[in-house]
Structures are given as structure tokens and as C-alpha cells.
T-cell receptor
């Protein structure tokens, strides 16, 4: 079972460049999430989606945009990358609100901004 | 948002029980308590969650204090594969029950 797949796994960008991180899930989950994980800061929610065509801001949304055009895909975009966005990015999905169901995570995208 | 406090690290011997504590004194009455673990270079993996009663599954047990201000994850017989960073998270840490992990507990298993 593929579960949650993130692409790419690694990327190095220069300040000011743009890129899109792709998250795909094959479990027919309604809810999808993007997190970033930094040393000493734990896991923080960037944006989330409660269904196809919907998106909402999480705890740290500035500098990021998202889209959920198809139920199985959740895209995270950086329009103008900054060194402060160097992090490991995780995508997750769940069938319902995670208070009732667990979240399934991908293996992450390691992003460095020079 | 509910904040959590966990020990930075714990050490145990293989095949012995492990009790991992978490304090979440500001948890609201409707928050579930979730536990996840993370191996190096992997995404977090769900372990267990509960609301008020103690919970058991094939991976672990979750003991929740009567006042819900703390919980303990119990691994009944630790194996080397249980060495990981363990995180507890109340479910309302972010939007739509997004999770919020602190630094977690680094569990070391000695053979």
C-alpha cells in the first residue's frame, strides 16, 4: 500500500525561487494537512484541507499557498523561497477529523533554501 | 492551544516495559490525546489515542489520568524497533484537529 506519497524527497533552492511540493494519498481520505518540522520547534501545521476544493490556514501559513483540486492530491507552494523556510515538510491525511481518526504521514520532503 | 511537557529522553532495556509520561494540563474537555512516534528520516507514525478511558491496541496501551491533565504511553515489552522519538498531542493543537508536536521523548532501548 502506497499510503501517503510526497515528492520530491529532497530539494535545494536559492532564495527567491519558487517550487511546489506534491502530496498524494490513495486512501480516499477527506482531510489533508501540511506540516513543517524544525529542530527544537516540533511539528507545526501550515495549511490543511477538509475536502476537495477547500483549504484553510494553520498555525504558520505565511509564505505558503496550497491547492486541493483533486481529493487525492494536496499541493504546497512556495512563491518566493526564503532561508527561514528551510525545513522538513510532512504531508498527512485522515479519514475524518483527527480527533476521531489517526493521521497518516508521508516520509517528508527535505528542503534547503540557500 | 493545549501545551505538552515530555521528558527529553528515556532509556530502557529490551523486553522490559516502558512508561512514557506526558503532561497536558491545559487540555480542553473535548480534546483527544494522541501519541505518535518517529524514526530517523521517516514521517510520524500513529501509535494510539484516547479521550477519557484507558485504551489498548496491538502496539501499546494508553493510561489517561482521571483529571486528563496527564497521560502515559505504555510499551509492554520494548524491542529495539521501538527506539524512536515519541510525541503526545492533544487533538485541537491546530485547525481541523491538526496535530502539534513538541520536542518529544527520545526513547533509547538497550539490548
Amino acid at each position: 500500500n502506497a499510503g501517503v506519497t510526497q515528492t520530491p524527497k529532497f530539494r535545494v533552492l536559492k532564495t527567491g525561487q519558487s517550487m511546489t511540493l506534491l502530496c498524494a494519498q490513495d486512501m480516499n481520505h477527506e482531510y489533508m494537512y501540511w506540516y513543517r518540522q524544525d529542530p527544537g520547534m516540533g511539528l507545526r501545521l501550515i495549511h490543511y484541507s477538509v475536502g476537495e476544493g477547500t483549504t484553510a490556514k494553520g498555525e504558520v501559513p505565511d509564505g505558503y499557498n496550497v491547492s486541493r483540486l483533486k481529493k487525492q492530491n494536496f499541493l504546497l507552494g512556495l512563491e518566493s523561497a526564503a532561508p527561514s523556510q528551510t525545513s522538513v515538510y510532512f504531508c498527512a491525511s485522515s479519514y475524518t477529523r483527527s480527533g476521531l481518526q489517526p493521521q497518516h504521514f508521508g516520509d517528508g520532503t527535505r528542503l534547503s533554501i540557500l | 492551544d493545549a501545551k505538552t511537557t515530555q521528558p527529553n529522553s528515556m532509556e530502557s532495556n529490551e523486553e522490559e516495559p516502558v512508561h512514557l509520561p506526558c503532561n497536558h494540563s491545559t487540555i480542553s474537555g473535548t480534546d483527544y490525546i494522541h501519541w505518535y512516534r518517529q524514526l530517523p528520516s521517516q514521517g510520524p507514525e500513529y501509535v494510539i489515542h484516547g479521550l477519557t478511558s484507558n485504551v489498548n491496541n496491538r502496539m501499546a496501551s494508553l493510561a489517561i489520568a482521571e483529571d486528563r491533565k496527564s497521560s502515559t504511553l505504555i510499551l509492554h515489552r520494548a524491542t529495539l524497533r521501538d527506539a524512536a522519538v515519541y510525541y503526545c498531542s492533544p487533538s485541537s493543537g491546530g485547525g481541523a484537529d491538526g496535530l502539534t508536536f513538541g520536542k518529544g521523548t527520545h526513547l533509547i532501548i538497550q539490548p
